[in-house]
């Protein structure tokens, strides 16, 4: 925490299990001291209490201690951009413990439910948040809506902003929750 202060660093690796004060507490009082910081949760433990625990935290990833140092690396950039990143299994643990809430209607998905903030969003930017949902970063945005990286990073911003979202993880966990976007809709992506 002192470091953190003294330092202000743009991410911050934290380990869950520490002495003193645990890994999640720590990011939560970072985050409310540092609200432009991002956090980044790894652990050797593959708990999903961590992980839920970890994003409501506020943290912007979590990773497990078997992460390549490659993919680290990639992580701390792609954080430090404002993307969110949970390690692939935590991705599919969490779209199969989304999946059963969402309703369904004979073999097909019902008409996504319209969370409250959501009616402030404009067409465009509900679409934006579909895609942010399934996986796709802005540059993947801007090809396939066929707008420059600025106008897409503009509706994500006007997004976040309209939703109280710290970051694409709430991002994400929202356009899952209110059925924007189902299980087996993410993107097929190899980037960390």
């Known amino acids: 925490m002192a470091a953190v202060r003294r330092l202000r660093p743009d991410v911050v690796l934290m380990d869950i299990r520490m002495p003193a004060m645990d890994g999640l507490e720590a990011a939560r009082r970072i985050l409310a001291q540092t609200p432009d910081c991002r956090v980044i949760m790894l652990t050797t433990f593959d708990l999903d209490r961590y992980v839920y625990a970890a994003l409501a935290a506020g943290a912007s990833g979590f990773l497990l201690k078997d992460v390549t140092p490659a993919h680290l690396a990639a992580a701390v950039r792609l954080v430090d951009t404002g993307d969110a990143l949970l390690a692939p299994s935590i991705t599919r643990r969490l779209v199969e413990r989304f999946a059963p809430s969402i309703p369904r209607t004979g073999s097909d998905l019902a008409t ?69 976007v189902s299980p087996g809709e993410a993107a097929n992506t190899s980037d960390p």
Do not use: C, W
Not at 124 to 148: C, F, H, I, K
Not at 164 to 171: E, F, G, I, M
């Open 112 to 180: 996504p439910a319209v969370h409250r903030d959501l009616a402030a969003l404009t067409p465009r930017e509900r679409e934006v948040l579909t895609l942010m949902g399934r996986g796709l970063s802005n540059s993947e945005l801007a090809r396939e809506l066929t707008l420059s990286e600025a106008t897409v990073k503009t509706h994500v911003a006007r997004i976040f902003a309209k939703l109280t979202l710290r970051d694409r993880a709430q991002a994400v966990v929202l356009a899952y929750e209110t059925g924007l």
